[in-house]
């Protein structure tokens, strides 16, 4: 199934039924009076996250969404049927916008999280609820209220406990096949990845779900490679481990590059907790990996782990450094933390 993370939806509440006039008319009656009932309510939209979807795939499909209509009141006192509600069902982590994108209506990041997106139109009031003791005999009803009708955007972010970043061919999509049951494609080339990847990761005991994003390159910010459009699946995430291709000429460039477009693209990422890893010390003899560690630990003020995603050395440790920095019980238990790192910011 192809992985959608935007779409753009119609949605139209229920128009109202119209209010009925009606008079009571039968043999030996003489004076029946009003007997006209009151419309139905027009159905509402609602969104509601879902557990077991990933992808909103479906709305590319399935543009226009739309409520029922109530029905008309009848005679006989008899009201009309309220219009059928009409529920979008959605991955847990999707948010919905106004049209312009802007204004945030609704952010679903529980499952069975709903939300109402557009109310549904009031029933008209049929002549029967005009009677009073001076007017026996009204003839005036209301008409059904309109229901809502807007575009909506829907943004999924998913929902990880930590995020991998780094360049293209940084290694990120092997180091989420060693650690989790994720199959992420793997080649040697650049952009292998081409849509966010999630899988759970068991470290000590301890479970947590790890997401990888495409890689980033200069200028991803301003659309150039596949920009940051996922960058937005991090937003959630507790901490990120940065990945450095060791067997690049100028580490350090390549850890400003990624910074950089992180700070360019905002949304607190460049805040968040960040483990440094310099990734295929496989490749890199002894004197390459301590000058190459230096190097970066000169720039982030903090520790750089060596690892190998390929032969699995130093993954262990990288997987417990993340794990210090998620809440390993309730949302207010405070997560450990390891060896205190000065943020590095590219300005």
Known sequence: MKFLDQAKVFIKSGDGGNGCMSFRREKFIEFGGPDGGNGGRGGHVYAEAAEGLNTLIDFRYKQHVKAGRGVHGMGKDRSGANGKDTTLKVPVGTQFFDEAGEFLIGDLAKPGQRILLAKGGDGGLGN????????????????????QEMWIRMRLKLLADAGLVGLPNAGKSTFLASVTRARPKIADYPFTTLAPQLGVVSSDGREFVLADIPGLIEGAHEGTGLGDRFLGHIERCGVLL??????????????????????????????KPEVVGLNKIDLLSDEEIAERIAQLEALVQGPVLPVSAATGQGVSRSLRQLAAFIPSGTADEVPAKIAPQKKWSPV
Not at 128 to 147: E, L
């Open 128 to 147: 029967t609820h005009f009677k009073s003791s001076t007017n026996r005999a009204p003839r005036r009803i209301t008409p059904g209220q309109p229901g």
């Open 242 to 271: 940065h990945l450095v291709d060791g067997a690049v000429d100028d580490v350090v460039e390549s850890y400003k590059t990624v910074r950089a477009e992180l700070s360019a693209y905002g949304a607190g990422l460049t805040d």
